[in-house]
């Protein structure tokens, strides 16, 4: 319901002095103001603490026929600053644990992006907006919200890489989980179907109920396509492949990203799904090279020092083993690549925000 109220607030006449703000809190205008002029962090503070309320007669009132520019171009970056304030809120929320009003706030940003065309400015900086979104929204598993905004996005933008690879990622992890049969006859016997291996050939029309990996491998096909050197969506799709058990179609592109890719993160997830893929194949020698390659990239990582001490029992190597594992635990504040891939990017985060920042001006 809450969302309903939100996305109404266009259609709403704002503008009484019973709406007025409340006293000493700066209104969406001013805070519109001091992000221009370059005062971000000032800006953004306040719109945290915004209830579903405020947001709703802010953002009524900033797009009030008497309240808008009359020239088209002020109108848009108007618009789009108060985008970036809401967008930066959110991902303040998210990150601190709190994310209150996180859906509801960046779906309404969405609307005011729409609420007028846009000109060459601000169809890139909806592009970014999109993709923040939904990576936003990824990470803090508002899958089906997220999912929604970046379907919507594809609509405008079909030929983006970057939301492709964002949108397959989100149809990846649903359809990844795994589904847990219930004994039959158990009261919760109705609670299936989770979302994982489902019937590779349902749901083709891109919605998560029936999400499968094929609908994900399509999207990350598609990215490479349109751009080859996207790392991004090659390790995604070799891993898609992977859980297909494919493993031998995803080696190539797992040994690209590994040798090729800018980021530590994607060349150990590369080594780690190459490991992965290895064992599969009944190779537990390469397997554990990948491993141990692995570990390098990201020295701190458990996930790799796990796998590599089980496929080094599994070769008759006790001692090296008991070192890997033993490694593992002595880690006290692990940070895994591993548990971001299954988040979406969220490492990408600062630089979008960034990238908003520069076309608000």
Same mark, same amino acid.
Do not use: C, M
């Given at each position: 319901m809450l969302a309903v109220v939100i996305l109404g607030f266009s259609f709403v006449a704002w503008g009484s002095s019973s709406q007025a703000r409340p006293v000493g809190q700066a209104s969406i205008e001013e805070l519109v103001r001091m992000y221009r002029s370059g005062g971000h962090e000032e800006a953004v503070s306040p719109a945290t603490r915004w209830s579903a309320e405020r947001i709703t007669l802010e953002l009524g009132r900033?797009?009030? !026929?008497?309240?808008?520019?009359?020239?088209? !171009?002020?109108?848009?970056?108007?618009?789009?600053?108060?985008?970036?304030?809401?967008?930066?809120?959110?991902v303040i929320h998210v990150?601190? *644990?709190? /994310?209150?009003?996180?859906? /509801?706030?960046?779906?309404?940003?969405g609307r005011v992006l729409e609420a007028e065309p846009l000109g060459a400015r601000g169809r890139s900086f909806a592009q970014r907006f999109y993709l923040l979104a939904g990576l936003v929204l990824h990470w803090h598993v508002e899958i089906a919200v997220g999912d929604k905004?970046?379907?919507?996005?594809?609509?405008?933008?079909?030929?983006?890489?970057?939301?492709?690879?964002?949108?397959?990622?989100?149809?990846?992890?649903?359809?990844?989980?795994?589904?847990? !049969?219930?004994?039959?006859?158990?009261?919760?016997?109705?609670?299936?179907?989770?979302?994982?291996?489902?019937?590779?050939?349902? *749901?083709?029309?891109?919605?998560?109920?029936?999400?499968?990996?094929?609908?994900?491998?399509?999207?990350?096909?598609?990215?490479?396509m349109l751009d080859p050197r996207l790392d991004e969506a090659r390790l995604r799709l070799a891993h898609v492949r992977l859980l297909q058990g494919r493993a031998e179609d995803a080696l190539g592109d797992? !040994?690209?990203?590994?040798?090729?890719?800018?980021? /530590?993160?994607?060349?150990?997830?590369?080594?780690?799904?190459?490991?992965?893929?290895r064992e599969k194949l009944r190779d537990l020698t390469g397997a554990a090279a990948a491993f141990r390659a692995c570990a390098v990239?990201?020295?701190?990582?458990?996930?790799?020092?796990?796998?590599?001490?089980?496929?080094?029992? *599994?070769?008759?190597?006790?001692l090296g083993a008991q070192e890997a594992f033993a490694s593992a635990s002595a880690l006290s504040a692990p940070f895994d690549p591993w548990w971001s891939y299954k988040a979406g990017q969220p490492e990408r985060f600062d630089d979008l925000v960034t990238e908003l920042r520069g076309l608000v001006r």
């Open positions: 900033l797009l009030a !026929e008497d309240a808008r520019p009359d020239n088209a !171009e002020e109108r848009e970056v108007t618009r789009l600053a108060a985008v970036a304030i809401l967008t930066e809120s959110a990150r601190k *644990g709190d /994310p209150g009003l996180l859906a /509801p706030g960046l779906w309404a940003a905004l970046l379907v919507k996005a594809l609509q405008s933008f079909p030929d983006d890489p970057e939301l492709l690879t964002a949108l397959g990622s989100i149809i990846e992890t649903v359809a990844s989980l795994r589904e847990y !049969e219930l004994p039959p006859g158990s009261p919760d016997a109705t609670a299936r179907n989770l979302g994982g291996y489902r019937s590779e050939g349902e *749901g083709h029309g891109g919605s998560l109920p029936g999400a499968s990996l094929v609908q994900a491998e399509a999207r990350y096909e598609r990215a490479l797992l !040994e690209r990203v590994a040798t090729e890719a800018r980021q /530590p993160r994607q060349r150990y997830l590369a080594r780690l799904f190459e490991g992965r893929a990239h990201v020295p701190r990582a458990q996930t790799a020092l796990l796998a590599l001490g089980r496929s080094l029992d *599994g070769l008759g190597d006790k």
